[in-house]
């Protein structure tokens, strides 16, 4: 035992002689950090080379966070942004995307943040389906289900339609309180994170009746499908605004060519049927041509499934429909009618999509898109009476790696090369379709990123380690960001239900704690 314990200190010894040889830097500090070769900056800012840049930049944040009053204001308007799959990496790429990695997207500049845990009742990595009824029903849920708790899991029939089981949205809780309340989206209407405002499913593709009667046969008497739910339901038929995508579930072949609903209805022509004033509209045209003060409620469907990629939207000269900051604007303008405040709703839905696709310049774009609504948002909202908060509902897979010079192309490869002597791209993914682009299965070796022929164009995949068919979401946790009254209890870091608490306590709505208790 004793030689034993010679040995092994002898060992050490000799190990940390080697690594404080003068001069020579360990092995491994040398591969995980290594000496790139010197390349100038491609954007320079006067004074960073200073410490007194640094120093003063962060003098001026304190001033800024000691100055700040916190606002204990009743909130009269509540609105809720989400940028479906918007994880941590997802804004730090987009910054460059922007114009460069010291730049802020528009709610970076609020003055409250917070990480929220989006984990549901049955799945570490949840869906937009469980996390749109934790974040708007302030309830966790299992993956795939909407507007139900947990006793629901997916697929459910039976227990989708015990009532006990549903559970409603801060919507429903603002317009019980005399509020109006409204959604906007770039997907369907029908698809995951909208439907948490005002439907009760056990498996988000019950969009029309087609796919629920499949699924739940004898057992659909009776159930409602999510389109329905929007026109018909206890909290859909109540909405002022809906404006997004998904004409398809609303109607049979017989009323729209591309219709996927099977029991004949034209559930637009029945919207328009309840009231006089409700107004529907298809274009981007006839969208900004719409007089809030004269618009009863407002239904706007732009495209047959999703909206188009906003890059698809300048590409193509014959678009017609509306962007997010349109959109946004719009429903703001019809929702300020209500005397007694509203709560809005508002997805950038096609950053999770995007990603989804490994398609990693359109998810920032989407993510830019979406900033530009939240300032619109701002801008057309008094911070001192109205509430908006900014968050996602999970992460991706998606990564920024190391090591590009400031200012590059962050859709660009790295200065530095793999060590089978091909360049890397900085954006990647951990999984998705576009393993075998990048990835030769018969010669086992990595495809040249650079050499790809989609490679500039905004629809290019970025590389995926994994082969899936469909990229699949990540599970840390995901920004928060709040201007507005109570704002400042959206710090730390808390479990995503929590969310639409926080907001109905600072508009005393719900029956949950509130300001004006």
């Known amino acids: 035992m004793l030689n034993l314990k010679f040995w092994i200190g002898l060992g050490l010894v000799a190990v940390a002689w080697s690594a404080a040889v ?10 995980m950090h290594p000496h790139l070769p010197s390349s100038p900056r491609l954007r320079t800012i006067s004074g960073e080379e200073t410490q007194e840049f640094w120093h003063s930049a962060s003098k001026k944040l304190i001033r800024e966070k000691l100055n700040y009053i916190r606002n204990t204001n009743k909130a009269k308007n509540i609105i809720l942004f989400l940028g479906d799959g918007m994880g941590l990496a997802t804004l730090a790429a987009a910054r460059s995307y922007i114009g460069g990695e010291e730049m802020k997207l528009s709610f970076e500049e609020f003055p409250f943040t917070g990480l929220s845990k989006t984990y549901s009742v049955d799945k ?62 770039t997907t369907r209407l029908t698809h995951a994170s909208p439907s948490g405002v005002y439907a009760h499913v ?39 605004v809906m404006l997004g995508g998904g004409k398809r579930s609303f109607y049979s ?27 529907f509209v298809k274009t981007q045209k006839k969208l900004l041509k719409v007089n809030a003060t004269e618009t009863g409620r407002l239904l706007g469907l732009f495209s047959k499934s999703h909206m188009h990629y906003h890059m698809e939207q300048l590409a193509d000269p014959d678009n017609n429909e509306p962007t997010l900051e349109e959109m946004t604007q719009k429903a703001i303008e019809v929702l300020q ?26 998810a920032l774009d989407e993510t830019a898109e979406l900033s530009k609504a939240v300032k619109r948002a701002r801008e057309m ?59 030769n299965t018969e010669t086992h070796q990595r495809e040249d990123p650079t ?24 599970g840390e946790d995901v920004g928060v960001f709040a201007s507005g009254p109570w704002a400042h209890l959206f710090t730390g870091v808390y479990e995503q239900n929590t969310i639409p608490h926080i907001m109905a306590f600072a508009a005393c709505v719900g029956d949950g704690l509130t300001a004006c208790d």
């Open 22 to 31: 003068p001069g020579k830097a360990p092995e491994d500090e040398e591969r």
């Open 124 to 185: 570490i990595v949840p869906d937009s389906a469980c996390t749109s009824t934790s974040y708007l029903c302030g309830v966790k849920a299992n993956y795939g289900t909407i507007g139900v708790n947990a006793h629901v899991k997916r697929g459910d029939c039976l227990a989708m339609a015990n009532e006990t089981n549903h559970v409603f949205s801060l919507g429903k809780w603002a317009m019980d309180a005399g509020k109006a309340a409204g959604i906007v989206t």
């Open 202 to 240: 056990a498996d988000r593709e019950w969009e029309n009746n087609a796919v629920l009667e499949e699924a739940c046969g004898e057992l659909s008497e009776g159930l409602q499908d999510i389109a329905v739910q929007l026109i018909h339901g206890e909290v859909g038929s109540k909405l002022k």
């Open 253 to 279: 072949p017989e009323h729209y060519d591309k219709g996927r609903r099977t029991d004949g209805r034209n559930l637009v022509e029945e919207f328009e049927a309840l009231d006089a004033g409700n107004t």
């Open 337 to 362: 009618t209500e005397e007694n405040g509203y709560f809005l709703f508002v997805e950038g839905g096609k950053i999770d999509i995007s990603h989804h696709e490994t398609m990693a310049r359109i």
């Open 381 to 439: 909202t008094n911070p001192e009476d109205t509430l908006i908060v900014v968050t996602s509902d999970h992460s991706h897979t998606f990564s920024v790696a190391g090591y590009q010079p400031r200012g590059s192309d962050i859709f660009g490869p790295t200065k530095s090369k793999a060590k089978d002597g091909k360049p890397y791209l900085a954006l990647t993914y951990a999984n998705g379709k576009s393993f075998e682009d990048f990835y």
């Open 451 to 474: 050499s790809l022929p989609t490679i500039g164009d905004f629809d290019q995949l970025f590389p995926a380690m994994a082969p899936l068919e469909s990229e699949t979401h990540g």
